[in-house]
């Protein structure tokens, strides 16, 4: 066991090679900082994996090695978050938007790949739209969560709470 107040550093090789990697392609702004880099923990066929979202791509690692398992294509230019996996790691759902892209609110999607085959079985968009004149930043869809059972997908956010029955 290690100690709460102190812990243990375990940042595999070959994920601090990927991040340096990732700093050379996104160098510091001007104002010191860099773009986000979105990763979590997620499930692959019933094993932990490391999820990151990168250059339009959701990426799937294995966490001991480092090897890509799964490499999912999102439209060019759109933002991936939130995203994660299912319990037992054989879909994938994400929220897809593309700030800035067009007028009006931001275009949004939710989108969930069956990670067996790597297709997209489900693309809904969900693009908030106000009424009247009042135009809000920021996205409709907050929160994804799978049921334990992986049929139904919940998403919570500006519209209130959607549940959707997956083929």
Do not use: C
Request: a negative charge.
């Amino acid at each position: 066991l290690t100690d709460p107040a102190h812990p243990v550093d375990a940042t595999p090789e070959w994920l601090t090679l990927l991040v340096a990697d990732w700093r050379q392609r996104n160098p510091v702004s001007e104002y010191g900082w860099w773009p986000s880099l979105s990763a979590k923990l997620g499930t692959y066929q019933n094993k932990p994996v490391l999820l990151l979202a990168d250059q339009g791509r959701l990426k799937i690692f294995d966490l001991s090695t480092g090897a890509i398992l799964r490499d999912l294509e999102v439209p060019a230019g759109w933002t991936i978050s939130p995203f994660l996996t299912d319990e037992s790691g054989t879909r994938l759902a994400a929220v897809i938007t593309a700030p800035g892209q067009f007028s009006g609110p931001n275009p949004e999607r939710i989108v969930i790949w069956d990670l067996t085959t790597g297709e997209l079985i489900m693309e809904r968009d969900t693009t908030f739209v106000p009424t009247g004149w009042l135009y809000m930043r920021g996205q409709s869809i907050a929160s994804l969560e799978f049921t334990a059972d992986g049929r139904r997908l919940l998403a919570a956010g500006r519209k209130g709470v959607q549940v959707f029955v997956l083929p």
